[in-house]
């Protein structure tokens, strides 16, 4: 199991010690270190906060620090209902502009790639539902060996795929899109996926 302890220094913000299983995997190391630095960097940025705060307004207790604590960011419905059309317009350029729904799904894929195991729990269900289905029905799209661009428009929209599930940390999510990608009569076996 990974920790991250912390350990002061001379009354400096404290320096994060990783520890791991004996033989982990990289991404389990990557995620594991990424976890641990911002971790620590939100400590760092709350004391200075705190801090802050503090000399401002001379000695503050507890329920004053709670009020200063911004609440949970909740997505407005305007915005998802924009983020499903732009869904929908990458799924109709498919066919009349594969270059830009290229595009499209490479910077969907930069942006997923950064994010951690489980962090789109918390997202709202109607838009990722909506995402899920997109990258899962161009993914299974059917190719032939002669299309080049399609055939590396279902292999970056797998890519999108693995990293979409393993954000959001659905395990029936994961079933369903490495099920689809197995059972799609072999056109992956071909195609380099990041």
Same mark, same amino acid.
């Given at each position: 199991? =990974?920790?991250?302890?912390?350990?002061?220094?001379?009354?400096?913000?404290? !320096?994060?010690?990783?520890?791991?299983?004996?033989?982990?995997? =990289?991404?389990?190391?990557?995620?594991?270190?990424? @976890?641990? !630095?911002?971790?620590?960097?939100?400590?760092?940025?709350?004391?200075?906060?705190?801090?802050?705060? +503090?000399?401002?307004?001379g000695?503050?207790?507890?329920?004053?620090?709670?009020?200063?604590?911004?609440?949970?960011v909740?997505?407005?419905?305007?915005?998802?209902?924009?983020?499903?059309?732009?869904?929908?317009?990458?799924?109709?350029?498919?066919? +009349? @502009?594969? +270059?830009?729904?290229?595009?499209?799904?490479? =910077?969907?894929?930069?942006?997923?790639?950064?994010?951690?195991?489980?962090?789109?729990?918390?997202?709202?269900?109607?838009?990722l539902?909506?995402?899920?289905?997109?990258?899962?029905?161009?993914?299974?799209?059917?190719?032939?060996?002669?299309?080049?661009t399609?055939?590396?428009?279902?292999?970056?929209?797998?890519?999108?795929?693995? +990293?979409?599930? !393993?954000?959001?940390?659905?395990?029936?999510?994961?079933?369903?899109?490495?099920s689809?990608?197995?059972?799609?009569?072999?056109? @992956?076996?071909?195609?380099?996926?990041?």
């Amino acid at each position: 199991m =990974a920790r991250c302890e912390s350990e002061a220094l001379d009354g400096a913000f404290p !320096v994060p010690d990783i520890k791991l299983h004996s033989n982990p995997s =990289a991404f389990n190391v990557y995620c594991n270190v990424r @976890h641990c !630095v911002l971790d620590w960097q939100q400590k760092e940025t709350t004391l200075a906060l705190a801090s802050r705060n +503090s000399a401002q307004s001379g000695d503050s207790d507890s329920e004053e620090e709670e009020e200063y604590r911004e609440p949970a960011v909740k997505l407005p419905k305007i915005i998802g209902i924009g983020l499903c059309g732009v869904f929908e317009l990458i799924k109709e350029t498919r066919f +009349s @502009h594969p +270059s830009l729904c290229l595009r499209s799904l490479q =910077a969907l894929l930069d942006m997923l790639q950064g994010q951690q195991p489980e962090s789109f729990q918390t997202e709202p269900p109607d838009v990722l539902e909506s995402l899920f289905h997109l990258l899962l029905e161009t993914t299974v799209r059917s190719t032939g060996m002669n299309d080049p661009t399609g055939q590396t428009l279902t292999a970056l929209s797998c890519a999108c795929l693995f +990293s979409l599930v !393993v954000a959001w940390g659905d395990t029936g999510k994961t079933l369903q899109a490495v099920s689809a990608i197995l059972t799609n009569n072999g056109s @992956h076996a071909c195609q380099t996926i990041q």
